[in-house]
């Protein structure tokens, strides 16, 4: 059973910048589509950013130009970078992958991934 364990969170002012990580236990899942999404106080948890087996990435449209996601397989890491943070960022951030087999991004909705980390709190104030 791969786990996946979020770091980086934290409180900021607005506009300005953290980093998440997420590190899994076996290093396969990395190369696998892997995303973050988030969950607000009363919403419902929605994606972020993923990033397939071969690098390329996409973005909801109220993170993109601002979020950057990237992953180091030799790390067994994945990685979100948010910069020019909003008060509306504030969520619970968490990372999903998938099996080996699913490298690409066909499905990023909640149901699409099976593993998930315990999330890190971002508060933008």
């Known amino acids: 059973q791969v786990q996946l364990v979020e770091s980086g969170g934290g409180s900021v002012q607005a506009g300005g910048s953290l980093r998440l990580s997420c590190a899994a236990s076996?290093?396969?899942?990395?190369?696998?589509?892997v995303g973050w999404f988030r969950q607000a106080p009363g919403e419902e948890r929605v994606g972020v950013s993923f990033?397939?087996?071969?690098?390329?990435?996409r973005y909801a449209d109220s993170v993109k130009g601002r979020f950057t996601i990237s992953k180091d397989n030799a790390k067994n890491t994945l990685y979100l970078q948010m910069n020019t943070l909003k008060p509306e960022d504030t969520a619970i951030y968490y990372c999903?992958?998938?099996?080996?087999?699913?490298?690409?991004?066909?499905?990023?909705?909640?149901?699409?991934?099976?593993?998930w980390g315990q999330g890190t709190q971002v508060t933008v104030s």
């Open positions: 076996l290093y396969t899942y990395i190369g696998s589509c």
């Open positions: 990033i397939d087996a071969d690098g390329r990435a």
């Open positions: 999903a992958a998938n099996p080996p087999i699913r490298r690409y991004c066909d499905d990023t909705s909640v149901n699409g991934f099976r593993y």
